[in-house]
């Protein structure tokens, strides 16, 4: 389904790690803010790297069959009225976008009712099967979803986005994301169970039981990708790996958010191996599988501000430092161009 993934550019980076050592400051003393941007510049494939113009967030919008058993704090009908609520403009994703300079795109891939027909056109069905007892999706399904998911990337890449985030939107996505977690990392349901929207101590009980259930389903197919994500995803994640696989065939830097997008990447780096490479973790939100899904990408956490939101909301809040990255690499004047004078020798 993915070709063959290839790492970002070497010879940039070369270059790139070569230019930060000329560049009017100490060497190395931009500590990570210097790997940041010797990373873009090796996507890009050139150095000086170019600022981003066209900064994009998907979010991916889809309810869970789960979310009947009690697992989250909120209410399914949650979902439907956030989409509205990303196309007022008016939710945490909205905000942070606007502020960085990123534009969103929300796309319904499963959402329980009809919300929005503008955003509907890959939509493969409501909700999905209930994890614990059944696949979330059909064989057909979950295609169409790691498909859409594809051509959502090719669609933006093509449109000019020179930098990804994937987002999340769905009462109770943290059970599935905690599952897939679990599955391709050995860990038990109560290292992955994490208190999602805030629940309290019984729903926490029903949430570990129902991660329990649905993860001796999803263990039995945990080396195929593509039937994970049918027994164990919504077509929101499905599609979110899809997307995720795509952003790096296309050689497109991602930002990952939290727990819902890390454990889709875990699933597309078996999708398509080496897609890592083309993302950084923008931060680790309080969920405890992320840290898991993350440490298993070998991917270390910008920002650790716990948050717990999803949307893209963390990956938009460390994209300013992935931009200043880029411009202190870009628009840095070296010593030479300066006249001052290097290291004491
Ligand atoms: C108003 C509201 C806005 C959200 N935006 C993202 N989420 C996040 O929280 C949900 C996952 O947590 P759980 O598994 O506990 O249901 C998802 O909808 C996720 O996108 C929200 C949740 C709510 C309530
Ligand atoms: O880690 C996340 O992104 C997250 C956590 C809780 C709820 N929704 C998303």
Redesign the pocket.
Known sequence: MFPYVSPPDESAKRDALARQDRLTKPAGALGKLEQLGVWVASCQGVCPPKPFTRPRVIVFAGDHGIAAKGVSAYPTEVTGQMVANFLNGGAAVNVLATTAGATVRVVDMSVASDVAESVAEFKVRKSSGSIDHEDALTEDEVKAAVEAGKTIADQEVDGGADLLIAG?MGIGN?TPAAVLVAALTGAEPVAVVGR??GIDDQTWMRKTAAIRDALRRARQVSAEPMALLKTTAGADIAAMAGFLAQASVRKTPVIL????STAAALVAEELAPGARLWWVAGHQ?T?PS?KLALEQLGLEPLLEMDM???EGS?ALAAFPLVAMATRILAEMATFQDANISGPAD
């Not at 958010?257 to 819902?260: A, F, I, N, Y």
């Open positions: 999340d943290t999602g929207t958010d939290g727990v819902v939100s969920e992320h717990r939101l999803g963390g």
